[in-house]
């Protein structure tokens, strides 16, 4: 492989992927109503049994820019539920992606703590939390004239020592996030000849060759057209369900987020205003006071809450 210098927060940082079991979350709403219970019953104790996935809580938390007299983001308590996919919902300013960037240890908060399975980020060595925790940015870059394989290999740089060469797991680990991607076809392909939708692919597939427990995702599928936003969301639906990642997934589009995620984050001027599964989170009163849109929500439609849209609402 070439080792070729690759632009991303996703390949070369502290931030690149990880998963775990589901929790209740603490709604940030003025009743202080707690929301979700993911996929566990009632009546099941998750406490008992084997834990293989990862989860990821927020506490707590302030957080802001240098150049913010005040936070940006302010949230008493957040979780992302072991192996579940947790969708980041809000209109556009509304914190969702510095949300995103506190959990990934991009953003460092003001106040509070982010835990990964009840350990603070600030604990881990950078490459010991790249092996269990990915982030895909928003932008991303690398020279146009590396090849898709050969920037997926870059995936594998938190399981290699400096000097270490590419052995057999980090072949098999290419190949398969390469398959799950499905970019085969492009793997020859140099990244500067794909179109916008393929790029995404290829970055997704660097990120599932890290083979982390917790997987954040920052817009995936923004400009993407619509089959291959469906193909970003269906690799990591498919990932979820045969790796059991732990996903946090920024999208704009509530109507996606609802039929893909277990879980909703609403968003609002900073804070959390709801969370929970979409068939409690998306309501019309919801649409009104978050989306600022006047729409009718069919939440037993068999795919998930279907919103029909009527009018955008004054500001």
């Known amino acids: 492989m070439v080792d070729t210098n690759v632009s991303s927060n996703s390949s070369e940082s502290a931030n690149t992927a990880s998963s775990s079991e589901s929790a209740n979350a603490t709604s940030n709403r ?14 099941e104790e998750p406490e008992t049994e084997p834990v293989d996935a990862t989860e990821l809580v927020g506490e707590d938390l302030a957080i802001g820019y240098p150049t913010t007299p005040e936070p940006v983001v302010e949230c008493d308590s957040v979780v992302i539920p072991a192996g579940e996919v947790t969708a980041l919902v809000g209109p556009n300013g509304s914190g969702k992606s510095t949300l995103l960037r506190s959990l990934s240890n991009q953003l460092e908060p003001e ?20 092996q269990r925790l990915g982030l895909l940015s928003q932008e991303n870059e690398a020279p146009g004239s590396l090849t898709v394989e050969e920037l997926v290999y870059h995936g594998r740089y938190p399981h290699r020592g400096f000097f270490e060469t590419v052995n057999e797991d980090d072949e098999a680990a290419v190949d398969e ?6 970019v085969e076809h492009l ?3 140099q990244v500067g000849n794909l179109s916008g939708g393929q790029k995404q692919l290829a970055w997704i597939a660097m990120v599932l060759a890290q083979d982390t427990d917790v997987l954040l995702l920052d817009e995936p599928t923004t400009y993407l057209d619509l089959h291959h936003q469906l193909r970003v969301m269906e690799v990591v639906r498919t990932l979820n369900r045969e790796r059991d990642v732990t996903v946090a997934v920024v999208l704009h589009d509530i109507g996606q987020a609802a039929r893909f995620a277990d879980n909703l984050v609403a968003m609002r001027d900073g804070e959390l205003y709801d969370w929970g599964p979409p068939r409690k989170v998306v309501t019309e009163e919801l649409l009104r006071d978050v989306f600022r849109v006047e729409a009718t929500v069919d939440a037993d439609h068999p795919t998930g809450p279907h919103i029909s849209p009527h009018r955008a609402m004054d500001e």
Do not use: C
Request: net charge negative; glycine share 18%.
């Open 30 to 43: 003025t009743n202080g109503e707690t929301a979700g219970d993911g996929r566990n019953g009632p009546d």
């Open 177 to 182: 996030a390469i398959s799950l991607a499905g």
């Open 111 to 130: 106040r509070g703590n982010v835990l990964l399975d009840g350990h603070e980020l600030q604990t881990f060595g950078t490459k010991e939390l790249a």
């Open 187 to 189: 793997r020859d392909s």
